[in-house]
Every structure is written in C-alpha cells, then in structure tokens.
C-alpha cells in the first residue's frame, strides 16, 4: 500500500511539473523548499497531504541519492527522539511512546528511537513501576 501511494505521489508529481514545463532540478528544489517549511511550521506528518516527510519522499522518488531529503527525513526524526526524550522527562509515558513510533515511521531502523524505545520498554510503564516499587 505505501509502495502505491509512493507511485502515485511521484506520477502526481512529475504529470503535474511536466504539464507546466518545470525541470526535474526544480521540482527537486520546490520540493525541497515546500519540505523546510513545513518543517519550520512544525508540520513533521500531518496533515497527511501537507508535511514535511511528504515532501522529502517526493524529492527521494525523483533522486533517490538526493542528500538534502536524506538528511531531512533524519532531522524529523531526530525531532521526534528530542520530543520523545522530554515527554519521558515529564513523566509522559504514553505520549513518549507515540512519539517514537511517530519516529520510527519515518526513519524505522533510526538508531536513537530504537535504542530509547528499547530503554523505556525495559523500564516499564511508570504506574507500573510505582506499584511493583511499593509491593516489593
């Protein structure tokens, strides 16, 4: 299913610059751009049709090498460990969760989400680790 939406967002793309006459280096750069601000906007996945990791994938389906998209889908999720990492700090359990799997949907062997997924899960829950401190 991703691999067709990828398909259809790359046919939409390319139908759409060709039909007004745009290069491939400058849909990369408009893509490009569109992508910082959305990221500057805080607009890391959503809305689903408008956001950041869209339009680095878009840039990643007309040069897959392309170092700028590369680099941006790992500054989003880079994002999502430090959002991740001060919900915890906050006692934010779930929320922290979340935002990793936010993460991981981006980059899904990014190094510090996982190691930080692997962290929290050992530690468990916090109201599961109140109660099992005040059992012992």
Do not use: C
Not at 71 to 85: H, I, M, N, S, T
Not at 113 to 135: D, M, S, V, W, Y
Request: aromatic share 10%; charged share 25%; hydrophobic share 45%.
């Amino acid at each position: 299913l991703a691999i067709v939406f990828v398909v259809l967002v790359v046919i939409g793309v390319v139908s759409i610059a060709a039909m007004r006459g745009i290069s491939k280096h400058q849909q990369i750069e408009q893509q490009l751009a569109f992508a910082e601000q959305r990221f500057a906007a805080k607009k890391y996945l959503t809305p689903a049709d408008d956001n950041a990791v869209l339009f680095y994938r878009r840039v990643l389906a007309l040069d897959a090498d392309n170092r700028a998209a590369s680099d941006g889908l790992q500054k989003v999720a880079a994002r999502y460990e430090e959002l991740a990492r001060y919900a915890f700090a906050q006692s934010r359990y779930d929320r922290g969760m979340a935002l990793i799997d936010k993460g991981l949907q981006v980059i899904p062997d990014h190094a510090g989400l996982l190691q930080l997924k692997k962290e929290q899960q050992a530690q468990g829950h916090p109201t599961t680790r109140f109660f099992r401190n005040i059992f012992r």
